[in-house]
């Protein structure tokens, strides 16, 4: 068993140094994950890495301190809040600006859904909830290596499938989203 994972059950049986403990150990990949979100936003973006942080550990813990089962689970869920964060905020800073400037975000190489194209994360986002209603593990899995940097061994441990499905899935999931996200806007036609 991986030390955060000890730390996730101590924490969960009343041990308040495990949760100092645990800080310690996840604040560095949370902070690398959040530089790596922000460097793709914008010149200018406000949000910034350590805020996106601080937010997304202060949603993890209180509301979950029951549930979060390892090291995999903690991730995916940072993922998920990571995810809620970001598009809270370009969804804020869209209506302050009335459409005149959309947040754009640029998938690196690894995680891309279509490699050197910009995309919007709300449209990103409205992308993925479509997906969700038919194919929530496929949503899941691209919820886990984009926003959480999970590998695909952490995340085929974590929903209990193969490294080789999580493969195929995000291949399907990366394929269907860039035809989502690229296809025309039947309302801007109008």
Excluded: C
């Amino acid at each position: 068993m991986d030390e955060i994972t000890q730390l996730l059950e101590k924490r969960r049986a009343g041990d308040s140094a495990a949760e100092a403990k645990l800080v310690e150990l996840v604040y560095p990949r949370l902070r690398r994950l959040a530089a790596s979100f922000i460097r793709r936003e914008r010149p200018g973006h406000t949000l910034q890495a350590t805020a996106l942080v601080h937010e997304a550990y202060l949603r993890i813990l209180p509301e979950n301190d029951r549930t979060l089962v390892n090291r995999s689970h903690f991730f995916a869920l940072a993922a998920r809040i990571m995810r809620q964060v970001l598009v809270d905020h370009a969804r804020g800073k869209r209506a302050k600006k009335r459409n005149s400037g959309l947040q754009m975000v640029t998938l690196e190489e690894e995680h891309a859904i279509e490699p050197a194209r910009p995309v919007d994360l709300i449209d990103l986002d409205s992308a993925l909830q479509r997906l969700s209603e038919f194919d929530v593990r496929k949503t899941q899995i691209v919820e886990m290596r984009y926003f959480g940097g999970l590998s695909n061994e952490e995340i085929a441990e974590l929903l209990n499938i193969s490294d080789r499905t999580v493969k195929r899935e995000w291949s399907l999931a990366r394929a269907w989203l860039a035809g989502q996200l690229h296809a025309p806007n039947p309302s801007s036609e109008k």
